[in-house]
């Protein structure tokens, strides 16, 4: 067993109490965060100045104290008719909150007295929203032009938790101090202990031949003063001292992995109402925001379709309201045509995510199921969500028939705003494998 003593002034002796605390905290406020992010519309997710609330249990830091509940103790009150010397006053019920009558227990702003608000950066807030987050089956090609932020060692510095503490590298620092500071002692007592017995054999030399010895024997009970001195000096080098901690640093730092593609397809035509177009547009913005925020160099292609499909602008994407019927092959086939021209497979990872209510004229179909199979095997993954269906659609079929061929292909259905965010953290989830939810 081996036990560390944190000597440093930092005011607290509790620094791992404090780590699991923070853990706490981010896990409370991470699961509000994931809360608005199914509830609230995007606008409201959006609007950094709405403060969140987190319930306070366990949010406070273990500390060591008396136990006073059983111990005796004294205590003057105020004088009444009701109670007299010897009377027992009996507990007040437990459950009663700090509001006023009427108030419900309700606090400040319309928290509860067991909640808190916390104002979050629009930073803060998407770096919760996407933790844990990344675009699968990312692989290196000849081109390294996307960068993602990853933490790497950053050698030791002198101040950190103890929890991180390197011992090998502390102990190392500590033996070379020892040894710094006892080589002049060691050679200073060296050199007096080489005196004390110079003049021990000139005293026994002096007292043979009967002479006087008091001056050389003076001078000897200096030296071996000066020889407990310094041993006591040596003695007291502490084994470590607050210089010789190291602990071991983390920081983040851009990495080159390689360069992708997203292909943002949604389905504009008249069968897409409001409801499944808002669901829609919710998940692409997820994604939207997943990518800028977590990559530098991903390249966004995006197109809306009908009976026609063209390349758009993010604004005409997102703020597009069309009508008409309803064909998905062309869609597909404007993408194969797209990666064909601008963006060859073996230098880019190609993703695809397409979003549409199912509705598709069924003389299409075969065309759907052609062109998927012409493309799926030049892309990383393709993501397919259906909004608002209470049933599967024959081209959600498809595409469920054509997944087993290609694990690739990732399916998921939403009918209800509050799905939109679970999905997408089950697509993109790192190092977890994303099942088809027909």
Not at 356 to 380: C, K, T
Request: glycine letters at 8%; aromatic letters at 6%; one cysteine or more.
């Amino acid at each position: 067993m081996s036990i560390i003593i944190d000597r440093r002034n930092s005011g607290t002796r509790s620094t791992a109490n404090q780590d699991r605390l923070q853990r706490r905290v981010r896990g409370r406020i991470k699961a509000a965060v994931e809360k608005l992010a199914r509830s609230r519309s995007m606008n409201d997710i959006l609007d950094v100045q709405q403060p969140i609330s987190i319930p306070t249990k366990d949010l406070h830091e273990p500390s060591f104290r008396r136990d006073l509940r059983d111990a005796p103790k004294e205590q003057v009150l105020p004088g009444n008719k009701q109670y007299r010397r010897g009377d027992l006053i009996p507990k007040p019920d437990d459950g009663g909150g700090s509001g006023k009558q009427g108030d419900a227990g309700g606090g400040i702003d319309g928290l509860g007295d067991d909640e808190i608000a916390i104002v979050l950066t629009a930073d803060e807030f998407l770096a919760l929203l996407f933790d844990g987050l990344a675009l699968p089956n990312l692989r290196q090609t000849h081109r390294e032009d996307v960068e993602v932020e990853k933490w790497r060692r950053a050698g030791f510095i002198k101040d950190g938790s103890p929890s991180r503490m390197h011992i090998g590298r502390t102990m190392r620092t500590a033996r070379a101090r020892r040894i710094g500071l006892r080589a002049r002692k060691k050679r200073e007592l060296e050199d007096l202990l080489e005196q004390s017995l110079v003049l021990e054999e000139e005293i026994r030399t002096r007292g043979l031949q009967g002479q006087d010895t008091s001056i050389e024997r003076f001078r000897l009970s200096e030296i071996q003063a000066d020889v407990k001195v310094l041993e006591r000096k040596i003695r007291a080098i502490p084994f470590i001292d607050e210089s010789d901690l190291r602990f071991a640093h983390i920081d983040q730092k851009p990495f080159p992995i390689t360069s992708a593609v997203i292909f943002c397809v949604m389905d504009v035509s008249g069968s897409m109402g409001d409801i499944e177009k808002d669901l829609a547009k919710r998940f692409f913005l997820l994604l939207y925001l997943f990518i800028h925020r977590q990559y530098r160099a991903v390249e966004l292609v995006f197109i809306k379709h009908h009976t026609e499909a063209s390349e758009c602008t993010e604004q005409q994407f997102f703020g597009s309201r069309e009508g008409g019927g309803t064909l998905v092959s062309p869609a597909l086939a404007l993408v194969g045509e797209i990666i064909a021209k601008r963006f060859v497979p073996d230098n880019w990872n190609i993703y695809v995510a397409q979003a549409s209510d199912g509705d598709n004229a069924n003389e299409d179909l075969p065309a759907v199921q052609e062109r998927l199979q012409s493309l799926l095997p030049q892309l990383r993954n393709m993501f397919y969500l259906e909004v608002n269906q209470e049933q599967k659609s024959d081209l959600m079929r498809i595409y469920l028939d054509t997944a087993q061929e290609y694990p690739g292909l990732l399916t998921a259905r939403a009918s209800q705003v509050a799905d939109i965010y679970p999905l997408f953290r089950k697509l993109f989830a790192e190092r977890e494998e994303a099942r088809h939810d027909g």
